[in-house]
T-cell receptor
Framework: DVKVTQSSRYLVKRTGEKVFLECVQD?????MFWYRQDPGLGLRLIYF???????EKGDIPEGYSVSREKKERFSLILESASTNQTSMYLC????????????FGSGTQLSVL | QKEVEQDPGPLSVPEGAIVSLNCTYS??????FMWYRQYSRKGPELLMY????GNKEDGRFTAQVDKSSKYISLFIRDSQPSDSATYLC????????????FGRGTSLIVHP
């Protein structure tokens, strides 16, 4: 089974802190994604990557950056956390470009105080 | 208008009922249709995957696509309390972006 692991289930940070969310997949998938999920708004794509050191902006990239130094690891960075970034963050992967089937991690509930 | 519309619910049914969950969409280029199930405080998991029109059955679950009406459905037979979750539809284009467009999800509660 594909496993997508997110490093933290719950995270509490203060406004202005730099926050790192880590995601690792163990199935040699090419594509990796970061979403945030908010009540009433559904899933919104922040960034995605289809190869090592490649990244593409999603629908809401402002206030975020990403890093993909290794194929299995995709990090989401909040440069200066703000309260409106309080959300559930979900990492996902898919096998290859053109594969629509996403496999998700369990999510990180981030609270910014 | 959002590309994919899904009623958020909640939909509350008794155990054993047949459940119908639906999504409508506006992009006629969508060819791949998926349903994800998301339990509380967990990530979504892929439940059903279909290509183009028609039905697909997997145990108690049936996915149905009607491209002429731009309407997809997920039917759950003999619903169980363990089916209580949020169900998200997702769809993507052939030859376009491979990234699926998600509905906002329908919350389903199956009570004993």
């Amino acid at each position: 089974d594909v496993k997508v692991t997110q490093s933290s289930r719950y995270l509490v940070k203060r406004t202005g802190e730099k926050v790192f969310l880590e995601c690792v997949q163990d199935m040699d998938h090419e594509n990796m994604f970061w979403y945030r999920q908010d009540p009433g708004l559904g899933l919104r794509l922040i960034y995605f990557s289809y190869d090592v050191k490649m990244k593409e902006k999603g629908d809401i990239p402002e206030g975020y950056s990403v890093s993909r130094e290794k194929k299995e690891r995709f990090s989401l960075i909040l440069e200066s956390a703000s309260t409106n970034q309080t959300s559930m963050y979900l990492c996902a992967s898919s096998q290859y470009r053109g594969d629509e089937k996403l496999f998700f991690g369990s999510g990180t509930q981030l609270s910014v105080l | 208008q959002k590309e994919v519309e899904q009623d958020p619910g909640p939909l509350s049914v008794p155990e054993g009922a047949i459940v119908s969950l639906n999504c409508t969409y506006s992009n006629s280029a969508f060819q791949y249709f998926m349903w994800y199930r998301q339990y509380s405080r967990k990530g979504p998991e892929l439940l059903m995957y279909t290509y183009s029109s028609g039905n697909k059955e997997d145990g108690r679950f049936t996915a149905q696509v009607d491209k002429s009406s731009k309407y997809i459905s997920l039917f759950i037979r003999d619903s169980q309390p363990s089916d209580s979750a949020t169900y998200l539809c997702a769809m993507s284009e052939w030859g376009g972006s491979y990234i699926p467009t998600f509905g906002r999800g329908t919350s389903l509660i199956v009570h004993p």
